[in-house]
């Protein structure tokens, strides 16, 4: 992958300071995903999306780094804040029908 963008090179270098924040290094990656520690640096720099995306991931789902601090305005973070906020309704509506049901299911008190 080509960087073809400056938003995207903001991407990769957004990528690469959370890391840093977080004390997780290139090393760290390449064990936590067995891959050699090339291919993270290869992520890490536009040249492998799938890894690449493997990593953004995983800060979003294991660190909960927000999405847009990632991808910031890009159509991509926009695409996967959309996917975000339309999951948390699902989950809301889930969460709405478990209650109902736990409700029809819990014995009634003898009055």
């Known amino acids: 992958m ?33 891959l050699a520690q090339g291919v993270v ?18 800060l979003v789902q ?13 159509e991509r973070g926009d695409k996967i804040m959309n996917q975000l906020e339309a999951i948390q309704a699902e989950l809301a509506e889930l969460r709405s029908e478990i209650k109902e049901l736990k409700s029809l299911v819990q014995p009634k008190p003898r009055t």
Do not use: W
């Open 2 to 34: 080509t960087l073809n963008s400056d938003n995207e090179q903001m991407m990769y270098l957004r990528v690469k300071g959370i890391l840093k924040t977080l004390a997780i290094n290139q090393k760290d990656l390449s064990r936590r995903f067995g």
């Open 41 to 58: 640096s290869l992520a890490l720099n536009g040249g492998n999306e799938k890894t690449f995306r493997r990593i953004t991931d995983l």
């Open 62 to 74: 294991e660190h909960g780094i927000d999405p847009q601090l990632i991808f910031g305005e890009t």
